[in-house]
């Protein structure tokens, strides 16, 4: 009896041995592309400002959002920091959402962990993903850490906590120390193994070290696929493990171009030295829009004004080596500046650009070409110093991107034969004939081909 259970066991191990090997090898193939979570591969971002998305400014009655963004292609929600904010020295009535008082803590405004934990899962049932902001350079100005921990913090002159650049409110952390790098681990943990999100936007990733990451980052990721954003376009981010990074530069440039202080061919510039700068698989979060660049730089309805705004919006969602990012009220359009440390409710009762949004995010979704890492190929299609287009591909899938990113007219002709035929045009919802013949493309103009 014991040999035959002996034999039994043996053979339930060896089965078992294969199978999690077999799932192994399966859940690695279905969960990574390219060393990023798959699902953020054809995936895309919504910034939420909890504080200033609605009247009551709190987690559960943001929740009353989720399906309408779940209709309108939503498919990661970043959270803006939901940690409490520190009074100490606070900024205006409400403080800096940046100014952390306690890293495992949720901002009393908002709700309480419990109503957080809820708003995730219902993200996650509506087959959604969500980040968090994350503060790791510096604290709020009276952080528990300040009393229970002062060898966390750098020092300034007088030996006392240094303020973290000209941030009055915040105290620059000392990553120097190697408790403090593993209580910044723990306190990361704590929101995956408590709350079940799915990564971390970083923010200024790009003034902690590099050996922090690298300790910090395989840590979070043995326990869940997560997908980790760093604010920084420096080499090391991707380097020491981020998922994406911020395109700055090309930011900028889109800026330029959109004053009609650069010409559009000013892209390809940036994109040779981002190619060259950085691995080749790194993701770049591109935008027209995010809370910095609203709150004090008149981002998007005073960088990107009326028409001028849509193309670059095509290009930020259809770009090579993408995810694209909204900023919570573009799809209204909020057309001001929110106040970042006093309470300015948006409302949305026009959605005017939801279902231009919508065409572009479900293209994303459903065509491979524009997976983060589906080829790109730059045409010539007219005057390059106001047209910009290229075509991005996948297997036996194409998108044909063309932009008119000029104040003027300009003709067009399609010179690559084999993009002739009737592709499929998403805004105008109808195949249309495409030969070599010339056209004309309305300023600001902007139009995409789906080839199947």
């Known amino acids: 009896m014991k040999k035959i259970f002996s034999i039994l066991l043996l053979?339930?191990?060896?089965?078992?041995?294969?199978?999690?090997?077999?799932?192994?090898?399966?859940?690695?193939?279905?969960?990574?592309?390219?060393?990023?979570?798959?699902?953020?591969?054809?995936?895309?971002?919504?910034?939420?400002?909890?504080?200033?998305?609605?009247?009551?400014?709190?987690?559960?009655?943001?929740?009353?959002?989720?399906?309408?963004?779940?209709?309108?292609?939503?498919?990661?929600?970043?959270?803006?920091?939901?940690n409490p904010i520190s009074k100490v020295d606070r900024k205006g009535s409400l403080g800096s959402y940046y100014a952390v008082s306690d890293y495992t803590a949720l901002n009393p405004e908002f709700g309480t962990i419990a109503d957080f934990k809820q708003v995730v899962l219902s993200i996650h049932n509506?087959?959604?993903?969500?980040?968090?902001?994350?503060?790791?350079?510096?604290?709020?100005?009276?952080?528990?850490?300040?009393?229970?921990?002062?060898?966390?913090?750098?020092?300034?002159?007088?030996?006392?906590?240094?303020?973290?650049?000209?941030?009055?409110?915040?105290?620059?952390?000392?990553?120097?120390?190697?408790?403090?790098?593993?209580?910044?681990?723990?306190?990361?943990?704590?929101?995956?193994?408590?709350?079940?999100?799915?990564?971390?936007?970083?923010?200024?990733?790009?003034?902690?070290?590099?050996?922090?990451?690298?300790?910090?980052?395989?840590?979070?990721?043995?326990?869940?696929?997560?997908?980790?954003?760093?604010?920084?376009?420096?080499?090391?981010?991707?380097?020491?493990?981020f998922d994406a990074v911020y395109p700055w530069h090309m930011f900028k440039m889109m800026e330029q171009i959109a004053k009609g202080e650069r010409p559009a061919f000013g892209i390809d510039s940036i994109k040779h030295e981002s190619d060259k700068m950085y691995p080749a698989n790194t993701i770049q979060m591109y935008f027209t829009s995010n809370h910095d660049e609203n709150s004090w730089n008149h981002a998007d309805y005073g960088t990107f004004p009326?028409?001028?705004?849509?193309?670059?919006?095509?290009?930020?969602?259809?770009?090579?080596?993408?995810?694209?990012?909204?900023?919570?009220?573009?799809?209204?359009?909020?057309l001001r500046a929110l106040k970042f440390f006093d309470k300015d409710p948006m409302t949305f009762d026009q959605l005017k650009r939801a279902a231009f949004y919508k065409t572009l995010l479900n293209l994303r979704k459903r065509n491979m070409a524009l997976a983060a890492g589906a080829s790109f190929k730059k045409l010539n299609v007219g005057d390059d110093r106001a047209v910009y287009a290229f075509v991005r591909e996948k297997g036996k899938q194409k998108v044909l991107v063309i932009l008119n990113l000029s104040n003027t007219p300009q003709p067009i002709t399609i010179k690559e034969k084999t993009l002739w035929g009737k592709p499929y045009n998403v805004f105008m919802g109808t195949k249309e004939p495409l030969t070599g013949s010339e056209w004309n493309i309305e300023p600001w103009g902007y139009v995409v081909y789906e080839y199947n």
């Open 11 to 82: 053979q339930f191990l060896v089965f078992s041995y294969s199978f999690c090997q077999t799932a192994t090898t399966s859940k690695t193939k279905n969960e990574l592309i390219n060393g990023h979570p798959a699902w953020i591969s054809q995936g895309n971002i919504y910034e939420v400002n909890v504080r200033q998305y609605t009247p009551e400014g709190t987690l559960n009655a943001f929740a009353k959002h989720l399906d309408r963004l779940k209709k309108m292609g939503v498919q990661t929600i970043w959270f803006m920091p939901i």
């Open 126 to 241: 509506k087959g959604m993903k969500v980040i968090i902001d994350w503060v790791p350079n510096h604290t709020g100005a009276d952080n528990r850490w300040l009393t229970e921990q002062p060898d966390f913090f750098v020092k300034d002159s007088s030996g006392k906590a240094a303020t973290a650049f000209d941030w009055a409110d915040t105290k620059q952390l000392n990553y120097k120390n190697p408790v403090l790098q593993d209580s910044m681990i723990t306190a990361m943990k704590f929101w995956i193994s408590n709350t079940g999100i799915d990564g971390f936007r970083c923010d200024v990733a790009w003034n902690v070290p590099a050996a922090f990451w690298r300790k910090c980052i395989p840590q979070l990721k043995s326990m869940k696929n997560i997908f980790m954003l760093a604010e920084g376009d420096s080499a090391y981010l991707p380097e020491s493990g």
């Open 306 to 334: 009326g028409a001028v705004h849509e193309p670059f919006a095509v290009f930020t969602q259809t770009m090579a080596n993408s995810v694209p990012l909204i900023y919570g009220g573009q799809e209204e359009p909020v």
